[in-house]
């Protein structure tokens, strides 16, 4: 079945760096397009960052440009976020999304907390 898991979030001070993973399996990954979304408290969900397949090219929230990094290993089946210069504002729930048409499949999340 089709599965999206993420992990390396946790708990950063203001100003370091995380880096998520989302490991894909049960679909031909190299044929979605990847992203990431996060949801803070009492807001909505907002996409962070995309990367296409197979030209990978990339888009970003204004809130994370020159901070963020999306990248994916379609060898290994899963999709990155470099996060440096992290920001309080940036805590929220991080989702790994993979879409293709009519198909969208979603990951349980994985916690970022930026405080000091």
């Known amino acids: 079945q089709v599965q999206l898991v993420e992990s390396g979030g946790g708990l950063v001070q203001p100003g370091g760096s995380l880096r998520l993973s989302c490991a894909a399996s049960?679909?031909?990954?190299?044929?979605?397009?990847m992203s990431w979304y996060r949801q803070a408290p009492g807001k909505e969900r907002e996409v962070v960052a995309i990367?296409?397949?197979?030209?990978?090219?990339?888009t970003y929230a204004d809130s994370v440009k020159g901070r963020f990094t999306i990248s994916r290993d379609n060898a290994k089946n899963t999709m990155y976020l470099q996060m440096n210069s992290l920001k309080p504002e940036d805590t929220a729930v991080y989702y790994c999304?993979?879409?293709?048409?009519?198909?969208?499949?979603w990951g349980q999340g994985t916690q970022v907390t930026v405080s000091s």
């Open positions: 999304n993979a879409k293709r048409n009519w198909n969208d499949f």
């Open positions: 049960g679909f031909t990954f190299s044929s979605y397009t």
């Open positions: 990367i296409t397949s197979p030209r990978g090219t990339t």
